[in-house]
């Protein structure tokens, strides 16, 4: 009667082994499932520092580009200011020599008119052509301002379209923050433990079977098998 009883026993042993292999199998495919998803997670959280790292270097940068363009458009506007300044002084200065030469050449023609004896129509149209040099100067010299201002305005605007231009351009670079990459889902684990169970009760059950099949008697009852 020893014999159903042992080969019950290596039914029951190897059908709980494989439930044990099983079981051991899937919490191992669990532990794998989990250190890749932390390992997915670790990585994800790298690469988002490092973007963040770069897009703050990327802002300091941006703040300075900013602040150096400001600086080299302020310089270009006074060195157009100072050209324009130039341009006034020197038109003020030369019409004031102008006015001085154009009463000393008026007073040179009645000087010599006097000197000679001459009067009347002459000597008026003397002082008329003198008035129109003086007259044809300052024309010239008013053109010369205008073109001046309209040179300088156009001046202004290149520099405010370059400096508009450029500052678009950094600030292209920094304009959308990073965002992070979506999380990686979670493992789905097995339930191992479940079939664990399953598996033993499935083993005793083949240890039943075993042992009656090998003429063993029912172990709760003493009778034999119905």
Known sequence: MALPAVMAGLSVATSALGAIGSYQQGQAANKAATRNWKYQNQVREAEWKQRLSIW??????????????????????????TSLNRSWQSAILQNEQDVIDSLKAEGDIEASAAERGVGGVSVRRAVRSNLATLGRRQAMRSRFLTESEEKFNSSNERIRRALKGRQNKLYSQVAIQPTPDVAPPAPVLQNNTFGLLAGLAGAAVDGFSTHKEWGGKNPFTGEDYK
């Open 56 to 81: 703050g270097t990327k802002k300091v940068q941006f703040s300075q580009e900013i602040d150096a363009s400001n600086l080299a458009a302020q310089i270009a506007y006074s060195q157009a200011q």
